[in-house]
């Protein structure tokens, strides 16, 4: 009787374990899921929460692509012009002697006919060189192209000054004597075929029977004034 009563107790007491054991897997299989749901909830919280984030990155990376694209136009459209006007600057320096000139050209030189010694003193002015013809060799030169043109090295721009008292000649305020030698930077075909042109200043001279020489040359030098 008494083996019954231990016997029956021992499987109460296993029966009870189970139970407990049972009800505390349970409640920590709860406790994972809730876990395991309220870390997804977060997660795709902090996920979509990124996203937005990035939406907003990649709004502000399209307007900032948009505005470096529009000062890249706007840099392009100013650079165009600063080059524009700088060379429009550097040819009204070049065309106001203010900077020295390099390049190809012609050279023409000016002296007084050998009548000049022969004649009578009243034909004499016939068979010089005057500061008109020099004023007529230079605007010619000009008009057909020329960029840059000197006298005896001396450079001519729009406040050169060449002018005549008595017999001597003056350029630029410096005393100047025949041969004359006037060097022209510029297209020097063109220069060339302009100055030959007949009518024109130096057929004059030649028909006057003064000095009259032209050459083309590849490089020519003249100074600022």
């Known amino acids: 009787m008494l083996t019954f009563i231990f016997l029956l107790l021992g499987i109460l007491i296993a029966f009870q374990y ?15 899921y809730r876990y395991d749901v309220e870390t997804e909830l977060e997660l795709q919280e902090e ?6 984030e990035n939406q907003m990155l990649e709004e502000q990376l399209a307007i900032l692509q948009s505005d470096t694209a529009k000062m890249e136009e706007s840099l392009t459209a100013h650079k165009g012009t600063i080059e524009r006007l700088y060379d429009e600057l550097e040819r009204t320096r070049m065309m106001a002697a203010m900077v020295p000139v390099t390049g190809p050209g012609i050279v023409i030189v ?4 050998p009548l000049a010694n022969t004649v009578s ?5 016939n068979y010089l060189v005057h500061v008109e013809d020099l004023r007529s060799v230079v605007n010619d ?7 840059a043109i000197a006298i005896n090295g001396q450079r001519l721009g729009p406040v050169s000054s060449l002018r005549c008292i008595g017999p001597v000649i003056y350029v630029n ?3 100047m004597a025949p041969p004359f030698k006037i060097e022209a930077i510029g297209p020097s075909d063109i220069l060339e075929t302009a100055m030959n042109l007949p009518g024109g200043i130096l057929d004059v ?7 009259v020489s032209m050459k083309k040359v590849d490089k020519l030098e003249l100074p600022a004034m």
Do not use: Y
């Open 47 to 52: 996920l979509l929460s990124i996203r937005e």
């Open 141 to 147: 030169l000009f008009l057909a192209g020329a960029e």
């Open 173 to 175: 305020g410096k005393q």
């Open 18 to 32: 189970n139970q407990v054991a049972m009800s505390s897997k349970q409640k920590s299989t709860e406790t994972e």
């Open 110 to 113: 000016l002296n007084d006919s």
């Open 121 to 125: 003193p009243e034909e004499k002015d």
């Open 205 to 211: 001279l030649r028909d006057w029977q003064l000095q």
